[in-house]
């Protein structure tokens, strides 16, 4: 019984000693030492970049807030799944372009504000809005809110967006 319990505490000990050693090694020391062993990294999405351009506003007052949504937080959700402020100091007469990069594939829609008062959020007036606004590849012209679907895409490669504002 001692001989048994001998050689099982032996296998252990030699077993924990050759772990250490390997944690000291080099890991290309170990790969050539244990062939058997495959080391694969994890495999990187691929991402894309989307060229935004922001057309016909009106004033350089304020800030333009953007909000990117996909299926996950479609349109109205409050925060989307990514938000970016731009200083209006960026734009050239009254257009802006800004490129945004490192989004997987994915089914998204960008809205915007014309945050003239940087306020947080879109003032209205009896009816309609007095800030402008902006969808992807979008015009809004109907009565009605836009919906998710107006100005959905699926990103699938890199994309270029015209986004023209709609003040009232």
Do not use: C
């Not at 800030?63 to 349109?75: A, E, G, L």
């Not at 959020?121 to 679907?149: C, I, N, Q, T």
Request: glycine share 6%; hydrophobic share 40%; no cysteine.
């Amino acid at each position: 019984m001692r001989g048994l319990v001998f050689i099982i505490s032996s296998l252990f000990v030699s077993g924990f000693t050759y772990a250490q050693e390997d944690t000291l090694r080099p890991v290309g020391e170990i790969i050539a030492s244990r062939p058997n062993i495959v080391i694969s990294e994890p495999i990187a999405e691929k991402t894309y970049s989307i060229h935004i351009t922001v057309t016909n506003i009106r004033n350089k007052e304020g800030v333009i807030r953007f909000k990117f949504y996909d299926d996950s937080t479609p349109f109205p959700d409050l925060n989307g799944f990514l938000k970016v402020v731009v200083p209006k100091t960026e734009m050239t007469g009254d257009s802006l372009s800004l490129d945004f990069h490192g989004f997987v594939s994915r089914p998204m829609a960008i809205a915007l504000l014309d945050d003239e008062n940087n306020n947080i959020k879109l003032d209205m007036g009896w009816f309609f809005p007095k800030e402008g606004h902006a969808f992807s590849d979008y015009y809004h012209s109907a009565l009605r809110r836009p919906v998710y679907h107006d100005f959905r895409f699926i990103l699938n490669s890199d994309k270029r967006v015209v986004m023209r504002m709609k003040y009232y």
